[in-house]
């Protein structure tokens, strides 16, 4: 540790946000980062604490906390103190292939498990990230490693998001040769079309996927495994499968007028407009608009508030933002002490912005749609909510909500989207490897792997864990990709 008194001497000092007047105007990331010397004051405040909860990545309470990818914080921190940004990128890379990605969008399990923000503010770890990825590429650092010797063993991957990418990349410098399988028109997955521009711009994507493939990665995108190909044609040309399809099964809303025009999946909406960006700039009619709309968002996750963000954007007349549970407290509850993962409310970029621009928060919480309200020719008009009341289930003993007779009331909506997580896997594609699923239709594997009941065939990510983060996402193909490698050579260095 370079400085022991980072902590007291320094404040913590984060990259700034432009205004929401300001950011609303485009969908481009809206952070201003701070300076070399800054981030390097940030570093000092890493306080060698001992115990580094930030990196521990492991369950405390009912929760993870710390980074799962075990990354090696406290390292890192201290090297862009003393200035060394070329080996603190080094030592990051050791543990996360995707910096560019990680420090863009995940929520830092490592701040919140930091020593410092036990009685004070958290070490700027996610800024670090940035700072040292950023540098990395302007100095030439990140730039392609291409494998001096191949083993000349083939895997095939299906679908390239965070998962699929990290098993791919660690298969690819251990010399495998490696095909990358994505049914949508650009590589990306989760990353590309899940994830709005203003949390990652999507030319980030493309800087590491064209370093990818110089490195030696095949990227084959519109092939839709089990229908364009089938798993038999794969397992006979491959010498490994592993399934990284991401849990890409929307959870519906069951209610009276569900199928009036205007109801959308969440990851529907998203992607609509991000393809539109794309393609130029949302002048693509064939997008969602919630332009003039007065929209519902139902679900209180990330990918609600992200829905609410993209709405602000479009121009949408309101927002309104259903959250079925009741709200969080502000502040840490008694039985919830550091290092645990805060159960606390947190208003994010898109409600912030909701705020600014309707003067008020769009969330409503305990409440639920009852039936949606459709005109003559079927186009959604509005829906009737009914509030929501906690009661602890006799025989399971979990808390259920059930609706409070009597609360219905009724409100305008043109444009509802549904984002109330994913289920798990596609049947289609589980029938076609004959892979066996687990009660939440999620890939089932042998007890601590990721090997199917499928000979040669693997499953790592959403697709396996359930819905979950980026950073999780990661860790799961860096964990496939070691198993597969040692499935071939009988030994493994990954």
């Not at 969330?363 to 929501?388: C, I, M, P, S």
């Not at 909500?401 to 009331?409: A, F, H, L, N, Q």
Request: glycine share 10%; proline share 4%; aromatic share 8%.
């Amino acid at each position: 540790m370079g400085k022991p008194t980072g902590f007291m001497d320094y404040k913590r000092e984060d990259a700034a946000a432009f205004s929401v007047e300001e950011r609303i105007k485009n969908f481009n990331e809206f952070h201003t980062p701070l300076s070399k010397e800054e981030q390097q004051k940030q570093g000092a405040r890493c306080m060698d604490c001992g115990v580094p909860f930030c990196q521990a990545g492991m369950k405390i309470g009912n929760a993870f906390s710390g980074c799962p990818l075990n990354n090696l914080i406290p390292e890192w921190n201290d090297l862009i103190y003393k200035g060394n940004w070329e080996q603190a990128y080094y030592r990051l890379h050791m543990t996360n292939n995707f910096p560019e990605f990680t420090s863009r969008v995940c929520p830092a399990l490592c701040e919140k498990a930091c020593t410092c923000g036990a009685n004070g503010d958290a070490v700027t770890t996610k800024a670090n990230e940035y700072g040292i990825i950023e540098n990395a590429y302007a100095c030439g650092y990140a730039s392609a490693r291409v494998p001096k010797v191949r083993t000349g063993k083939t895997i095939a991957v299906i679908g390239s998001g965070p998962s699929g990418l990290a098993a791919a990349d660690q298969l690819n410098q251990r010399g495998h040769s490696v095909t990358v399988f994505e049914r949508e028109d650009r590589v990306g997955g989760l990353l590309m079309y899940g994830i709005p521009n203003m949390k990652l711009e999507k030319q980030i994507i493309e800087r590491k996927i064209n370093i990818m493939k110089e490195e030696g990665i095949e990227f084959r995108t519109g092939v839709n495994v089990g229908k364009d190909i089938t798993a038999a044609e794969l397992l006979k040309d491959f010498d490994r499968v592993i399934l990284c399809c991401g849990a890409s099964n929307p959870r519906d809303i069951k209610a009276e007028g569900r199928d009036a025009k205007g109801i959308y999946f969440a990851v529907d909406f998203l992607k609509s407009t991000t393809k539109a960006l794309l393609n130029g700039g949302l002048t693509d009619k064939n997008h969602i608009s919630a332009k003039g709309k007065n929209v519902m968002v139902i679900g209180g996750g990330d990918t609600g508030n992200d829905c609410v963000g993209t709405s602000v954007r479009h121009g949408a007349k309101s927002v309104l933002q259903l959250e079925m549970m009741p709200k969080l407290p502000d502040t840490r509850a008694e039985n919830n002490p550091w290092p645990q993962w805060p159960m606390v409310c947190k208003t994010d970029y898109g409600q912030e912005e909701a705020i600014g621009v309707f003067g008020h928060d769009p969330r409503v919480y305990q409440t639920t749609v009852k039936e949606f309200l459709k005109d003559k020719k079927g186009n959604l008009k509005g829906a009737v909510l009914v509030k929501l009341s906690p009661e602890k289930d006799p025989k399971s003993g979990r808390t259920i909500m059930k609706p409070v007779e009597g609360s219905e009331y009724k409100v305008e909506a043109e444009l509802v989207l549904i984002a109330a997580g994913f289920l798990g896997s596609e049947s289609y594609l589980t029938k076609a490897f004959g892979v066996e699923v687990d009660g939440r239709t999620n890939i089932a594997t042998a007890d601590g792997t990721h090997q199917t009941n499928v000979k040669n065939v693997f499953a790592a990510g959403d697709v396996r864990r359930g819905q979950s983060l980026v950073v999780w996402a990661i860790r799961e193909g860096r964990d496939v990709a070691r198993e597969v490698d040692k499935s071939l050579m009988e030994y493994t260095n990954l």
